[in-house]
């Protein structure tokens, strides 16, 4: 089978979900996953039920806990190159059908790692393999590059009544 690339950006909700539902249907079909969270760190819901799918996806999270506005420090850097790193290692390695960056076009717009070393991601991606890519601020470059792009658009979102993040929907 022929991998693609995938790319879920913009500022509506449901990115992560979109990515995390394409891995269970590829689990559901006995492919194997990897994903690599750029951003997150801790015991997301999400991450409670990808380990009942542990033998198939595979989950690691190169965020630091700390970083989501600001300047990230060096240590908020290293972690998220080095998880670029072990992407990459992993998508490469022949072990895996489908990679999912997530947050990844976050990450490169906030500074942790250039928008080329997600260009670097694509062109190195082996035809076997569909890599798909997300969050907000997706740069042009990424998007010319891809084969699908969904922009998530927000209408109308609960949080502008300040409802705050709830477990299990948002979290």
């Known amino acids: 089978m022929k991998g693609y690339v995938q790319v879920y950006t913009g500022d509506g909700k449901g990115k992560t979900t979109a990515a995390i539902g394409l891995a269970i249907r590829a689990a559901g079909a006995g492919l194997r996953v990897y994903i690599a969270q750029f951003l997150k760190h801790g015991d997301y819901s999400e991450i409670r039920a990808l380990a009942r799918f542990s033998d198939q996806i595979t989950v690691e999270q190169f965020g630091l806990g700390g970083f989501i506005v600001g300047d990230p420090t060096p240590e908020d850097i290293q972690s998220a190159v080095k998880g ?7 998508m490469t390695g022949g072990n895996v059908d489908v990679v999912i960056l997530e947050e990844a076009n976050r990450a490169a717009s906030r500074g942790l790692f250039p928008v080329q070393a997600i260009l670097d991601m694509i062109h190195l991606k082996p035809d076997s393999v569909e890599l ?16 699908l792009v969904t922009e998530m658009t927000c ?3 609960y949080y502008q009544k300040g409802v705050p993040a709830r477990t299990g929907i948002e979290k």
């Open 84 to 90: 670029l790193n072990r992407a990459r290692e992993v």
């Open 155 to 157: 209408i109308k979102h």
């Open 132 to 147: 798909i890519i997300t969050g907000r601020g997706a740069d042009f470059a990424v998007i010319d590059e891809a084969d």
